[in-house]
C-alpha cells in the first residue's frame, strides 16, 4: 500500500495551494479519503473528508468555504484545494484512507508541510 501526497511548500498568506495524494494497493473506490493536519503543539485534526459514491463532503469549520475535497477514483487520487490561507492554516496535511464502518483511518501519507508565512 503507498499513499504519497504531494504540492506542500510554502505559501504567503491570502494564497492558494492543492495538495494531490495518490494511491496505491488497495480499491481507492471502496475507501472514504480524508485530509488531516496537525499544528505545531496541536493534536492532528480532520480537515476535510469525501466518500466515493455521490461524492459527498465534510469539512472542518475553519476551513469551509476555503477549501475543496475532490477525488478521481480513475486516478485513485484525492486533491485539496486550499484557497484564502491564513497563517493558522499552517501544519503537516496528511493524506487517510478509511473503509466504510470504520472509525481511525486505516493507511496514512507520509504528511507534506504547508507553512503560511510573509
Known amino acids: 500500500v503507498r499513499v504519497v501526497e504531494s504540492g506542500g511548500g510554502l505559501v504567503q498568506p491570502g494564497g492558494s495551494l492543492r495538495l494531490s495524494c495518490a494511491a496505491s494497493?488497495?480499491?481507492?473506490?471502496?475507501?472514504?479519503m480524508s485530509w488531516y493536519r496537525q499544528a505545531p503543539g496541536k493534536e492532528r485534526e480532520l480537515v476535510a473528508a469525501?466518500?466515493?459514491?455521490?461524492?459527498?463532503?465534510n469539512y472542518a469549520e475553519s476551513v469551509k468555504g476555503r477549501f475543496t475535497i475532490t477525488r478521481d477514483n480513475a486516478k485513485n487520487t484525492v486533491y485539496l484545494q486550499m484557497n484564502s490561507l491564513k497563517p493558522e492554516d499552517t501544519a503537516v496535511y496528511y493524506c487517510?484512507?478509511?473503509?466504510?464502518?470504520?472509525?481511525?483511518?486505516?493507511?496514512w501519507g507520509q504528511g507534506p508541510q504547508v507553512p503560511v508565512s510573509s
Open positions: 487517510a484512507a478509511k473503509p466504510w464502518g470504520v472509525v481511525t483511518p486505516r493507511y
Open positions: 494497493g488497495f480499491t481507492f473506490s471502496d475507501y472514504i
Open positions: 469525501i466518500i466515493s459514491v455521490g461524492g459527498s463532503t
